[in-house]
Protein backbone atom coordinates (compact mmCIF):
# COMPACT_ATOMS: atom_id res chain seq x y z
CA UNK A 1 0.00 0.00 0.00
CA UNK A 2 1.03 3.31 -0.66
CA UNK A 3 1.93 6.12 1.65
CA UNK A 4 -0.31 8.86 0.82
CA UNK A 5 -3.53 10.75 1.23
CA UNK A 6 -5.45 7.98 1.64
CA UNK A 7 -3.16 6.10 3.94
CA UNK A 8 -4.20 5.30 7.10
CA UNK A 9 -2.58 8.04 9.69
CA UNK A 10 -0.85 6.88 13.02
CA UNK A 11 0.94 9.70 15.49
CA UNK A 12 4.48 8.75 16.67
CA UNK A 13 5.19 10.48 19.59
CA UNK A 14 8.33 12.26 19.57
CA UNK A 15 10.13 11.69 22.92
CA UNK A 16 12.63 14.12 24.39
CA UNK A 17 14.65 11.11 24.68
CA UNK A 18 14.44 9.70 21.10
CA UNK A 19 13.67 13.60 19.50
CA UNK A 20 16.72 14.66 21.12
CA UNK A 21 19.09 12.32 22.04
CA UNK A 22 18.61 9.09 19.47
CA UNK A 23 16.65 10.65 16.47
CA UNK A 24 17.94 7.67 14.74
CA UNK A 25 15.48 5.81 16.57
CA UNK A 26 12.31 7.90 15.46
CA UNK A 27 13.99 8.12 11.84
CA UNK A 28 14.23 4.00 11.81
CA UNK A 29 10.34 4.26 12.97
CA UNK A 30 9.10 6.38 10.47
CA UNK A 31 10.91 3.96 7.49
CA UNK A 32 9.37 1.10 9.31
CA UNK A 33 5.34 2.76 9.72
CA UNK A 34 5.53 4.18 5.98
CA UNK A 35 7.01 0.38 4.86
CA UNK A 36 3.88 -0.97 6.58
CA UNK A 37 1.59 1.35 4.76
CA UNK A 38 0.61 4.17 7.44
CA UNK A 39 0.71 7.80 7.18
CA UNK A 40 3.07 9.37 9.78
CA UNK A 41 2.48 12.40 11.87
CA UNK A 42 4.07 13.73 14.85
CA UNK A 43 2.81 16.47 17.09
CA UNK A 44 3.91 19.78 16.10
CA UNK A 45 4.12 21.30 19.70
CA UNK A 46 7.42 20.31 21.61
CA UNK A 47 5.61 18.17 24.28
CA UNK A 48 6.70 16.07 27.37
CA UNK A 49 5.13 13.25 28.94
CA UNK A 50 6.29 14.37 32.05
CA UNK A 51 7.98 11.68 33.35
CA UNK A 52 11.35 13.14 34.81
CA UNK A 53 8.97 15.36 36.66
CA UNK A 54 7.00 13.03 39.15
CA UNK A 55 9.26 10.33 39.18
CA UNK A 56 11.02 13.64 41.98
CA UNK A 57 7.45 14.40 43.05
CA UNK A 58 6.83 17.58 40.88
CA UNK A 59 2.92 16.35 40.05
CA UNK A 60 1.60 19.89 39.91
CA UNK A 61 4.42 20.74 37.17
CA UNK A 62 3.81 17.03 35.58
CA UNK A 63 0.14 17.40 34.95
CA UNK A 64 -0.05 20.69 33.34
CA UNK A 65 2.63 19.10 30.45
CA UNK A 66 0.15 16.55 30.20
CA UNK A 67 -2.61 18.74 29.90
CA UNK A 68 -1.08 20.87 27.21
CA UNK A 69 -0.63 16.90 25.87
CA UNK A 70 -4.17 16.56 25.96
CA UNK A 71 -5.10 20.06 24.10
CA UNK A 72 -2.81 19.89 21.92
CA UNK A 73 -3.68 16.35 20.85
CA UNK A 74 -7.56 16.41 21.29
CA UNK A 75 -8.18 16.25 17.33
CA UNK A 76 -6.14 13.21 16.84
CA UNK A 77 -7.42 11.77 19.72
CA UNK A 78 -10.99 12.56 18.85
CA UNK A 79 -10.12 11.19 15.31
CA UNK A 80 -9.34 7.83 16.87
CA UNK A 81 -5.75 8.17 15.41
CA UNK A 82 -3.05 5.25 17.09
CA UNK A 83 -0.35 7.10 19.19
CA UNK A 84 2.98 4.41 18.42
CA UNK A 85 5.49 5.63 21.11
CA UNK A 86 9.23 4.65 21.33
CA UNK A 87 10.46 4.91 24.77
CA UNK A 88 8.57 2.43 26.96
CA UNK A 89 8.21 4.79 30.41
CA UNK A 90 6.54 7.67 28.14
CA UNK A 91 4.00 4.82 26.97
CA UNK A 92 3.68 3.66 30.50
CA UNK A 93 2.58 7.06 31.19
CA UNK A 94 -0.40 7.10 28.85
CA UNK A 95 -1.38 3.99 29.50
CA UNK A 96 -1.16 3.66 32.98
CA UNK A 97 -0.24 7.08 35.19
CA UNK A 98 -2.73 9.56 32.85
CA UNK A 99 -5.61 7.84 33.88
CA UNK A 100 -5.13 8.19 37.41
CA UNK A 101 -4.03 11.61 36.95
CA UNK A 102 -7.40 12.40 35.14
CA UNK A 103 -9.53 10.20 35.51
CA UNK A 104 -12.81 12.49 34.64
CA UNK A 105 -11.20 13.64 31.56
CA UNK A 106 -12.61 11.35 28.75
CA UNK A 107 -9.59 12.36 26.44
CA UNK A 108 -7.19 10.80 29.23
CA UNK A 109 -9.23 7.80 28.48
CA UNK A 110 -9.33 7.78 24.78
CA UNK A 111 -5.68 8.51 25.00
CA UNK A 112 -4.73 5.78 26.82
CA UNK A 113 -6.36 3.38 24.49
CA UNK A 114 -5.33 4.38 21.46
CA UNK A 115 -1.24 4.57 23.15
CA UNK A 116 0.66 1.42 21.54
CA UNK A 117 4.29 0.35 21.44
CA UNK A 118 5.66 -0.15 18.30
CA UNK A 119 5.64 -3.80 18.49
CA UNK A 120 2.56 -3.70 20.24
CA UNK A 121 0.63 -1.50 16.76
CA UNK A 122 2.82 -3.52 14.44
CA UNK A 123 0.98 -6.22 15.83
CA UNK A 124 -2.10 -6.02 15.69
CA UNK A 125 -2.35 -4.07 12.76
CA UNK A 126 0.02 -6.39 10.16
CA UNK A 127 -2.12 -9.65 9.92
CA UNK A 128 -0.37 -13.07 11.38
CA UNK A 129 -0.06 -14.69 7.66
CA UNK A 130 1.49 -11.53 6.44
CA UNK A 131 5.38 -12.65 5.51
CA UNK A 132 7.49 -9.83 7.00
CA UNK A 133 11.68 -9.15 6.09
CA UNK A 134 13.83 -11.54 7.68
CA UNK A 135 16.64 -11.11 9.70
CA UNK A 136 18.27 -13.91 10.93
CA UNK A 137 20.40 -13.26 13.54
CA UNK A 138 20.85 -14.08 17.31
CA UNK A 139 20.22 -11.48 19.57
CA UNK A 140 20.22 -10.31 23.14
CA UNK A 141 17.16 -9.27 24.20
CA UNK A 142 16.60 -6.48 27.82
CA UNK A 143 12.98 -5.49 28.58
CA UNK A 144 12.63 -2.49 30.35
CA UNK A 145 11.18 -2.03 32.75
CA UNK A 146 8.24 -0.23 32.37
CA UNK A 147 7.50 -2.32 29.44
CA UNK A 148 7.46 -5.70 31.38
CA UNK A 149 5.75 -4.24 34.26
CA UNK A 150 2.52 -2.38 32.25
CA UNK A 151 2.80 -3.96 28.39
CA UNK A 152 4.50 -7.05 28.67
CA UNK A 153 7.46 -8.11 26.07
CA UNK A 154 4.88 -10.48 24.71
CA UNK A 155 4.56 -8.48 21.36
CA UNK A 156 8.10 -7.77 21.05
CA UNK A 157 8.90 -11.03 21.19
CA UNK A 158 6.18 -12.67 18.79
CA UNK A 159 7.94 -9.92 16.53
CA UNK A 160 11.20 -10.90 16.91
CA UNK A 161 10.30 -14.33 15.92
CA UNK A 162 8.11 -13.41 12.66
CA UNK A 163 11.39 -11.36 11.60
CA UNK A 164 13.78 -14.29 11.93
CA UNK A 165 15.21 -12.79 15.31
CA UNK A 166 16.45 -16.01 17.38
CA UNK A 167 16.96 -14.13 20.45
CA UNK A 168 17.80 -14.48 24.64
CA UNK A 169 16.91 -12.47 27.35
CA UNK A 170 18.43 -12.22 30.78
CA UNK A 171 17.24 -12.89 34.02
CA UNK A 172 14.50 -10.66 34.39
CA UNK A 173 15.38 -7.58 36.63
CA UNK A 174 16.48 -3.72 36.23
CA UNK A 175 19.49 -2.79 33.80
CA UNK A 176 20.46 -0.44 37.28
CA UNK A 177 20.70 3.08 35.26
CA UNK A 178 16.56 3.55 36.15
CA UNK A 179 15.51 6.52 34.55
CA UNK A 180 18.00 9.43 35.90
CA UNK A 181 18.90 6.91 38.70
CA UNK A 182 22.32 5.88 38.03
CA UNK A 183 23.29 9.32 36.71
CA UNK A 184 22.99 10.69 40.44
CA UNK A 185 26.92 10.41 42.51
CA UNK A 186 25.11 8.95 45.41
CA UNK A 187 22.94 6.06 43.24
CA UNK A 188 26.18 4.79 40.82
CA UNK A 189 27.26 2.25 42.83
CA UNK A 190 23.93 0.85 43.33
CA UNK A 191 23.27 1.44 39.50
CA UNK A 192 26.75 -0.52 38.87
CA UNK A 193 25.52 -3.47 41.02
CA UNK A 194 22.67 -3.87 39.87
CA UNK A 195 23.36 -3.22 36.26
CA UNK A 196 26.29 -6.48 37.24
CA UNK A 197 23.77 -9.01 38.36
CA UNK A 198 22.72 -10.04 35.04
CA UNK A 199 22.32 -7.99 32.09
CA UNK A 200 26.14 -6.51 31.68
CA UNK A 201 28.09 -9.15 31.75
CA UNK A 202 25.13 -10.99 29.13
CA UNK A 203 26.07 -8.01 26.99
CA UNK A 204 29.99 -8.64 27.36
CA UNK A 205 29.72 -11.94 26.86
CA UNK A 206 27.39 -12.16 23.60
CA UNK A 207 29.38 -13.03 20.31
CA UNK A 208 30.17 -10.12 18.53
CA UNK A 209 27.87 -10.87 15.81
CA UNK A 210 24.88 -11.26 18.19
CA UNK A 211 22.11 -8.10 17.94
CA UNK A 212 22.16 -6.18 21.67
CA UNK A 213 18.33 -4.98 21.71
CA UNK A 214 16.99 -2.70 24.51
CA UNK A 215 14.13 -0.27 23.91
CA UNK A 216 14.55 1.83 26.74
CA UNK A 217 16.56 4.82 26.36
CA UNK A 218 18.34 4.62 30.04
CA UNK A 219 18.54 0.83 28.95
CA UNK A 220 20.49 1.86 26.46
CA UNK A 221 22.85 4.26 28.14
CA UNK A 222 23.76 1.78 30.98
CA UNK A 223 24.92 -0.80 28.04
CA UNK A 224 26.89 1.91 25.87
CA UNK A 225 28.60 3.29 29.38
CA UNK A 226 29.46 -0.20 30.50
CA UNK A 227 29.81 -2.56 27.97
CA UNK A 228 31.97 -1.57 24.38
CA UNK A 229 28.47 -2.50 22.69
CA UNK A 230 25.35 -0.47 21.72
CA UNK A 231 22.00 -1.55 21.84
CA UNK A 232 19.68 -1.28 19.31
CA UNK A 233 15.83 0.27 19.37
CA UNK A 234 13.56 -2.48 17.50
CA UNK A 235 12.98 -0.10 14.97
CA UNK A 236 16.21 -0.22 14.13
CA UNK A 237 16.18 -3.75 13.77
CA UNK A 238 13.18 -3.85 11.59
CA UNK A 239 14.86 -0.89 9.71
CA UNK A 240 17.97 -3.32 9.27
CA UNK A 241 15.92 -6.32 8.49
CA UNK A 242 14.14 -3.68 5.45
CA UNK A 243 18.02 -2.78 4.53
CA UNK A 244 19.80 -6.69 5.18
CA UNK A 245 22.87 -4.71 3.12
CA UNK A 246 23.69 -2.76 6.13
CA UNK A 247 24.52 -5.87 7.90
CA UNK A 248 26.70 -7.19 5.35
CA UNK A 249 30.05 -4.82 5.97
CA UNK A 250 32.73 -5.85 7.43
CA UNK A 251 32.49 -4.09 11.33
CA UNK A 252 33.20 -5.27 15.02
CA UNK A 253 29.71 -5.22 15.56
CA UNK A 254 26.16 -5.51 13.80
CA UNK A 255 24.97 -2.09 15.11
CA UNK A 256 28.79 -0.36 14.24
CA UNK A 257 27.22 1.55 10.83
CA UNK A 258 23.81 2.57 12.86
CA UNK A 259 26.10 4.27 15.55
CA UNK A 260 28.45 5.84 13.05
CA UNK A 261 25.38 7.41 11.56
CA UNK A 262 24.17 8.39 15.22
CA UNK A 263 27.10 9.82 16.11
CA UNK A 264 27.35 11.97 13.00
CA UNK A 265 23.99 13.00 13.04
CA UNK A 266 24.99 14.44 17.34
CA UNK A 267 28.23 15.76 15.84
CA UNK A 268 26.24 18.20 13.17
CA UNK A 269 23.65 19.02 15.52
CA UNK A 270 26.48 19.85 18.19
CA UNK A 271 27.48 22.04 15.54
CA UNK A 272 24.14 23.82 14.28
CA UNK A 273 23.37 24.44 18.19
CA UNK A 274 27.19 25.89 18.51
CA UNK A 275 26.33 27.65 15.41
CA UNK A 276 23.31 28.94 16.79
CA UNK A 277 24.74 29.91 20.28
CA UNK A 278 27.84 32.06 18.33
CA UNK A 279 25.23 34.05 16.33
CA UNK A 280 23.10 34.72 19.40
CA UNK A 281 25.98 35.47 21.56
CA UNK A 282 27.45 37.56 18.74
CA UNK A 283 24.29 40.09 18.43
CA UNK A 284 24.02 39.99 22.19
CA UNK A 285 27.37 41.56 21.98
CA UNK A 286 26.69 43.87 19.33
CA UNK A 287 23.38 45.16 21.26
CA UNK A 288 25.54 45.52 24.14
CA UNK A 289 28.26 47.76 22.29
CA UNK A 290 25.46 49.56 20.94
CA UNK A 291 24.11 50.35 24.27
CA UNK A 292 27.78 51.47 25.27
CA UNK A 293 28.32 53.89 22.80
CA UNK A 294 25.14 55.66 23.59
Sequence with gaps: MENGALAPAVLLWADTFNNYFLPATAKAAVEVLETAGFRVLVPRANLCCGRPLYDFGMLDRAERLLLEILDQLE???????????????????????????????????????????????????????????????????????????????????SLLRRLGVDFT???????????????????????????????????RQAPDDWLIIADGFSCREQIAQNTPRRALHLAEVLQMALQPSALDRNNPYPESDAVRE?????????????????????????????????
Design 169 to 203: APAPGCCGMAGSFGFHQEHFDISQTIGELELLPSV
Design 262 to 294: READIQASMKRAAKGVGIAAGAALATWLLARKR
Design 75 to 157: PEIEAGIPVVGLEPSCVAVFRDELTNLFPQDARAQALSRQTFLLSEFLEKHISPSASLPQLPRKALLHGHCHHKAIMKMTAEE
